[in-house]
């Protein structure tokens, strides 16, 4: 898959996840962040390996310590950094 098809469909799942995490009972959106985080790691481990797992969320890190935030209403590629 092209990257920017690759990023439109990330777009799409980032919407739609939005979406279900607002239809959420209130207690159950309290968590949600934890939740996704976990899923996401497990979801991204079981893709490319724990290693690269790893490199990721820390690139992830790094822009987050800096105060880079990926924007809701773009979808970022993380690893598209590896360039």
Do not use: W, Y
Not at 2 to 17: G, T
Not at 67 to 78: I, N, T, Y
């Amino acid at each position: 898959m092209h990257e920017p098809e690759r990023l439109a469909h990330l777009k799409q799942a980032m919407d739609l996840i939005a979406e279900a995490v607002e239809r959420l009972p209130e207690a159950c959106r309290e968590v949600a962040a934890n939740a996704l985080l976990n899923i996401a790691a497990e979801t991204v481990a079981d893709d490319v390996g724990c290693t690269e797992a790893g490199r990721i969320f820390s690139r992830l890190g790094d822009l987050l310590v800096r105060g880079h935030r990926p924007p809701m209403s773009k979808a970022l590629s993380l690893s598209g950094f590896d360039a």
